[in-house]
């Protein structure tokens, strides 16, 4: 039966098996991986298999968003609402954005979309951004290398964590978007060079996420998320001392490999200094150098608040203020606060509450420097009123 309906879609729609085509069962399209760019044949699942029960699949992970268990707004979401859809022994005309659930009683057929236009599939980016590359590709992209992309990456991963403080928006869709064009675009340069390509990219990820979840995918047990931690940061020392190994470069002259790298490597220096810091306090805490209990924390910013009024210089001064910052993040972290997001919305709150003064003043016609402490102070109070009543 199969056979027969090749052998219609290759006459009527162009088919060309050797390019591939997918089957897949209709009851089952919502835990399928369709790709867009590839030709798709439905069928009734009793056209593959023999037993009279079809099974009941779970939504295809990364799909099962607004689709859910609905296999025609599945379609809708992976072909635009015009596209063809062929229906076998009647005449053309179907269209996706027709289809009805009876219409997935019979087989029908998808041809495929071009490249470019099947953005919903897992393909499209690397796709696209390999097109852009090529010789009559865009010259903007043609000009980039890793060095030039590296600030467009600060700005992206910037506007993802800033999105994040509203939630799942379709702005963060957006967001988050931008921010995977540049991982497509850095693996795109690594696959011309003939380094790595996408398929690393996501090896790498995900062998590692399974290799440091033994308790999920192996037989280790973590009931809590403190266990987790902990055991994540054990198997993260024993790759570091693996690694260490492998590379046998650095040699002490009695032909010894070099010693384990540190808990902290890979905490970026670019890094905010905040979220560094919190990370490098939290790999250390999961490795048991930690407060008996926050107690001794709050003890120790009030020894560093202490040292900072008795710095003698400017340079004593400078440290004993990093001093105070690095033990203030440790409180943050004991109380499960992200230091860099409280400063963050310090920050917002302080523009919030400034452009109030600035309106107050402005109200009562004068510049801002033109008043003392005692009337901004006022003004400031009024500020923080206002919201309190807003």
Known sequence: MLDALVAEARLRWGLDPANGLQVFAAEALVGAPIEPSRPLLIVPLAMLRTEAAPDVQSPLPGRAGPSGRDPLALLTRLYSADHPVGRFGSVDGA????LT?????????????????????PWAMPWISARLRQPDGCPWDREQT????????LEEAYEVY?????????DLAGELGDLWLQVVLHA????????????DVQAAIASKIVRRHPHVFGDAVARTASDV??????????????????????MDGSGA???????????????????????MQERAANLGYDWPSIDGVLDKVVEEANELREAASDAETAEEFGDLLFVLVNVA??????AEAAVRAANAKFRRRFASVERGAAAQGVALRDLDFAALDALWDAAKAEEKTS
């Open 188 to 199: 795109q340069l690594a696959a011309e060079e003939g380094v790595f390509d996408l398929a």
């Open 95 to 98: 269209t996706v954005g027709a």
């Open 101 to 121: 659930p009876s219409a997935l009683e019979t087989p029908v057929y998808l041809g495929p979309v071009a490249p470019e236009l099947a953005i919903a599939g």
């Open 229 to 250: 931690n902990r055991q994540w940061e054990r198997i993260k020392a024993d790759e570091r001392a693996e690694a260490a190994e492998a590379e046998g470069a650095a």
């Open 257 to 279: 490999p070099a010693g384990a790298k540190s808990a902290l490597d890979g905490i970026s220096p670019s890094m905010p200094a905040l979220a560094a810091s919190q990370e």
């Open 333 to 338: 972290r004991r109380r499960g606060i992200e």
């Open 146 to 153: 890793h060095q030039s992309l590296r600030k467009h990456l």
């Open 162 to 170: 800033d999105a994040l403080e509203a939630g799942a928006t379709p």
